[in-house]
């Protein structure tokens, strides 16, 4: 199979490799119907995680089933499928309690850009479509693996709701499909914060109601100048960085909720700010599989269309390319055929 590879910043190679098999008998082999491009990748691509050895890249996938081992139940060969970037039980405590992305038996799902892909605990990991999809619904399939399913985390970690304004900080794929998911949420008014004129006319076909462009502290007194003064009730942090987290922060009303999904590097926050914000602060890795049912059957029927964040679509074989265009922000996100 193709499947691409990092070996250090700026340097990501498509190679011949190995088919994924089955190693365990809770395995599931699936053929990628496609594969994307994922902003935390870029945290390798730029160097600021440091990459040690030739490492297989992606973790988004949907596809269909090509071998299961002799212990799976729940999905079948043939069956088409959508899984998370932590494989998971589904039965442990953590799972039920819908965590999943912390399941006690997790395990990370590597190599995802790839023709063939190997996913550990399928039965609790995989959720099979409810037929073959029509090939435009793909690329939504393939969101709600991630970026959908995130966004969507951010928006219920931040408590979205009828009533309620929400600010999302991020213009990434994550960031717009909060505001996709806020929408959903039923939330009254959702500001984006975005400078791009493509992205903020995305999120306001996802839902935006107001755009702020301003930044840090600028941004946050936007908010405040929008919201009478209060903060929003719900920000999403969609980026991971310093300012990102602050600006999220202060952008909330006492009381408020911040759901933060942005990978987090090097972020630290000040206690003695945290204490006079009085605001719930929850996220972390987005257990996305709580959400693939929902998810997957609203982009069934056609309900919306997260898959609208690909805004470049290239052959696998061009997945370095893919990276440079992200990393430049010359597209939103990348979808790759295998
Ligand atoms: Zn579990």
């Known amino acids: 199979m193709r499947g691409a590879v990092i070996y250090g910043p700026g340097d990501v190679r498509v190679e011949n490799l190995d088919d994924a098999m089955i190693v365990k008998p809770t395995d599931a082999v699936i053929r990628l119907a496609a594969t994307c491009v994922c902003g935390s990748d870029l945290w390798d691509w730029r160097g600021i ?15 269909v089933v090509e071998a299961v081992g002799g212990d799976v139940e729940n999905v079948k060969v043939g069956d088409f499928v959508i899984g998370s970037f932590f494989a998971s039980d589904n039965t442990c405590p953590i799972c039920q309690a819908g965590y999943q992305s912390s399941c006690v038996h997790r395990e990370f799902v590597g190599g995802a850009q790839a023709g063939l892909l190997r996913v550990p605990l399928a039965d609790g990991t995989l959720v099979a479509t409810p037929g073959m999809p029509e090939p435009d619904l793909i690329p939504s399939l393939l969101a709600a693996s991630d970026v959908l399913g995130t966004g969507w985390f951010g928006a219920v970690a931040a408590e979205v709701g009828p009533g309620k304004t929400v600010a999302v900080v991020g213009d990434g794929a994550v960031g717009l499909l909060a505001v996709l998911a806020a ?47 209060l903060g929003a009730h719900s920000v999403i942090e969609a980026v991971g960085t310093q300012e990102s987290m602050m600006q999220a ?90």
Not at 49 to 63: C, K, S
């Open 49 to 63: 995680n440091h990459v040690d050895q030739p490492t297989p890249m992606g973790h988004e996938y949907a596809g």
């Open 183 to 229: 929408k959903q949420l039923g939330a009254d008014r959702i500001i984006a914060m975005s400078r791009h004129a493509s992205r903020q006319e995305l999120a306001r076909e996802f839902g935006a109601t107001d755009i702020v462009e301003e930044r840090g502290d600028a941004g946050v007194a936007k908010i405040m100048e929008l919201t009478d003064g």
């Open 249 to 338: 922060i202060h952008s909330t009303r006492a009381g408020g909720h911040v759901g933060f999904v942005g990978v987090s590097h090097d972020v630290e926050i000040p206690g003695e700010e945290l204490f006079f914000s009085a605001v719930h602060l929850h996220g972390g890795p987005a257990p996305v599989r709580r959400f693939l049912p929902e998810l997957i059957d609203l982009i069934w029927s056609r309900q919306i269309d997260p898959g609208k964040v690909f805004d470049l679509t290239l052959p696998l074989d061009d997945a370095a390319e893919g990276y440079k265009a992200m990393d430049e922000r010359r597209a939103i996100k990348v979808l790759l055929q295998p």
